[in-house]
């Protein structure tokens, strides 16, 4: 076998959770990773020396979360309500366009918003022939998304105004069992019982009726409010569905009246009987499985527009407003409380973004007040006042949101956010000066005027600086679907280079223990023009994605990378929760699992564990730059080993991370020195055929973990790895 030997090691540490954020390397430590580069493709070797542990552990929070009120991450996504629209709101269409100062445009052009309506209808169980008069509604002044039940000219629909704040709608009916549905998927798989509450008020009928009625069947569910007044009156109730309806049913609710008459009505929300604290019990407990160690919210671009007061307090004096991000609305129905909520649930801690768009100063040192200030501060009683006496004692505060981006409202340059930054930093410190800050960093692949200025001229205001490789860019249809995923298999070994000349320049700088935080990750291709007279090999089923075997592979990488570069790198929150970038998805109200999923499962139960020197013997691999954003980074290929591999070791066991990024299947010989093994290895393994491949509402199980054991001689064992896989590997103790 011959050998090229090269070192492409960091030296290695870890991020302590507790005040100890900065423990310093030792020149005396081996490297944590060395790599020989060999000329077999199908076999490789991993040495592990157990007896030379680091002084570091694999920090706990580099498996995070990213969440944000984008599409349907957050409504339809982690919340467990189910109607579009709840507040019968006004419902903007993102254009995909932006004004000079950030913010969205708005679709204005009917035709433009028809389509928008028939493509959620479509998706949201509405029938074919009730879609029309769908479309027909909305420009009768119904709440986007809610339809007449009844003919056109014996229900009359106009807007008004709530109790508190917002549009309400008036509906005007000519008979009893005529007012307005909506049609939804329920997760009828998994519970028949549904709590409804509406806000609604009437001059002249008493009586209302609810149902919810399945396609298909006759096996409707009803409820009934018989006490309707002319004042605002808040009504909670439950349907429950027969067991006989199948669990692919849409549903239509039904809000109708009992005599003719008007009503005005601001609120209808539905809610499976067992969500948890408003939250999808689904999502709940997958992320909990997970052990999700921390969850970033409320943005992403969302937090730019977003003042944190609309969010709490009771739900019917909260604004419905538009989401000026992405575009439809912001309901207000999860805010700082159901997100705090949401975390205990979950067992993770909250790591909370502020608003220095449209946001000042004060308002986030009031929301930090609002979060860990005692009952009787000025904002810890308003807390108080929702429910909450206890502080949450949120510790983690991000300063903004990729502000360097002309998508972000009222961006800046980055002089402007050095100044903001300094601003910010001040005022939060003063209501709490015990939280850790993170200032917003632009992407290194090409942001580096950026992080020399803000680091230049905060300094020592600063503790950690974000980053966010969003990398990718439009790839040319020509491209081989292959040459795509291995360029982003290269991607980590130029983040961890580049990482570390910011490490360098933040210390250079003056800043003594410098850190990183990578708020948001995730794949980010997507297809190019089509390519004229070449043949096109690259389609929306082949490019490797968030949802794809590729994120996993991806994620592992750099968390791999992450460790080898601690203590400098902190943390990590992964895009995201829910039905974005890669994570869970929801379809239907069912909830399932991309292989990121797993292999971030997976990788959290390294956390705590003691870091370990590896060699690596096999194969290489090189970037082809199909990439934009790499080739413009990067103008040489970059060289990178088949296998990627981190080693760990507990009182009890030695853990294995391994990555065969490679085309071809591996047989990896393991050598684990120093440690006095068990004759067994617990292995799981994450594999697909193609780094495409991905999991669907179809097939949600098509990819996930497969459990094995191999037999350990003498410190000794055999792993093989299929290509585009990712396995973790335990070995006990004697």
């Known amino acids: 076998m011959i050998m090229k030997k090269f070192s492409l090691s960091v030296w290695c540490g870890c991020l302590l959770l507790t005040s100890l954020f900065a423990p310093i390397r030792s020149g005396a430590e081996a490297p944590i990773r060395t790599f020989h580069e060999t000329t077999n493709h199908s076999v490789a070797t991993l040495r592990v020396q157990a007896n030379q542990p680091s002084s570091f552990v694999i920090p706990r929070y580099i498996t995070g979360k990213f969440s944000e009120h984008l599409h349907n991450n957050i409504y339809k ?131 209302f009726t609810i149902t919810l009625s399945p396609s298909g069947t006759n096996k409707t569910a009803a409820a009934h409010i018989t006490s309707a007044s002319p004042k605002w009156r808040r009504f909670k109730g439950f349907l429950e569905l027969d067991a006989s309806v199948p669990v692919e049913a849409a549903c239509k609710l039904a809000l109708t009246a009992d005599a003719p008459g008007q009503f005005v009505v601001q609120r209808i929300l539905l809610r499976p009987a067992d969500h948890v604290n408003g939250a999808d019990p689904d999502v709940v407990r997958l992320l909990k499985d997970s052990k999700l160690p921390l969850l970033r919210w409320p943005g992403g671009n969302f937090v730019s527009a977003y003042h944190w007061q609309d969010g709490v307090g009771p739900f019917e004096k ?58 009787d501060s000025p904002m810890g009683a308003l807390r108080a006042a929702n429910g909450h006496p206890e502080p949450y004692n949120v510790k983690l505060w991000e300063v903004g949101n990729e502000m360097w981006g002309k998508w972000q409202v009222n961006w800046t340059t980055a002089a402007g956010y050095a100044d903001r930054y300094l ?13 850790r800050l993170y200032a917003c960093g632009a992407p290194v692949l090409w942001g580096k005027n950026w992080n020399d200025t803000l680091v230049s001229t905060v300094r020592s205001n600063m503790q950690t600086i974000t980053d966010h490789p969003l990398i990718g860019g439009a790839v040319s249809r020509s491209a081989d679907p292959l040459d795509v995923y291995r360029d982003f298999m290269g991607v980590p070994e130029v983040l961890e280079n580049r990482w570390r000349n910011l490490e360098h320049d933040m210390q250079n700088a003056g800043i003594s223990a410098p850190h990183l935080a990578v708020t948001e990750l995730q794949l980010f291709a997507k297809l190019g023009d089509k390519p004229g007279s070449e043949p096109e090999k690259l389609n929306g089923s082949n490019l490797v994605g968030p949802g794809t075997q590729a994120e996993a592979l991806y994620d592992v990488l750099l968390y791999h990378a992450a460790v080898r570069l601690s203590p400098f790198v902190e943390l990590i929150t992964h895009s995201a929760t829910v039905n974005h970038g890669g994570g869970l998805r929801k379809h239907h109200e069912h909830v399932y699992a991309n292989p990121c999923y797993y292999a971030q499962s997976a990788f959290a139960a390294l956390a705590g564990s003691t870091i370990l020197p590896v060699e690596v013997d ?55 020195n120093g440690f006095s093994s068990s004759n067994s290895a617990e292995i799981r393994i994450l594999s697909a055929e193609v780094p495409w491949a991905s999991n669907s509402s179809l097939e949600p199980e098509k990819i996930k973990p497969v459990d094995s054991t191999a037999t350990v001689q003498d410190g000794k064992l055999h792993v093989s790895l299929p290509p585009y896989t990712v396995a973790r590997v335990s070995v006990a103790k004697k």
Not at 424 to 431: C, I, S
Not at 619 to 647: F, H, M
């Open 318 to 375: 909260r604004p419905t407003l538009p989401n000026y991000a992405w575009g439809s609305v912001e309901p207000n129905l999860f805010g700082t409380d159901e997100f705090i909520a949401f975390c205990r649930a979950v067992g993770c801690e909250p790591m909370i973004c502020v608003n220095t768009g449209t946001g000042t100063p004060m308002e986030a040192a009031n929301w930090i007040e609002y979060c860990n200030g005692p009952a």
């Open 77 to 207: 996504g982690m919340d467990a309500q189910v109607l579009i629209n709840p507040t019968l709101a006004p419902y903007p269409i993102w254009s995909g366009e932006m004004t000079p100062d950030g913010v969205t445009k708005f679709v204005i052009e009917d035709s433009a918003i028809d389509q928008q309506i028939k493509y959620g209808a479509a998706g949201s169980g509405w029938p074919e022939s009730e879609i029309a008069d769908l479309v027909t509604a909305r420009k009768d002044a119904l709440a986007t998304f809610w339809t007449r039940v009844g003919p056109r000219d014996a229900v009359d629909t106009s807007p008004d105004t709530g109790p508190y704040v917002g549009r309400a709608q008036r509906v005007e009916v000519k008979a009893a069992g005529q007012g307005i549905a909506q049609w939804t998927y329920l997760p009828l798989h998994r519970i028949r019982k549904y709590e409804f509450e509406i806000l609604l008020r009437s001059p002249n009928i008493t009586n």
């Open 423 to 435: 601003q910010f930093a001040q005022t939060m410190r003063m209501a709490d000066p015990d939280i």
């Open 618 to 672: 096999c194969a290489a691999e090189k970037t082809p730059l199909v990439l934009p954003e790499l080739r413009n980074a990067e103008s040489k290929p970059t060289s990178y080993g088949a296998l990627d591999a981190i080693a760990s070791r507990t009182s009890d066991n030695v853990w294995l991370s391994l990555v065969n990024r490679g085309s071809c299947p591996l047989d990896v010989a393991v050598e684990v």
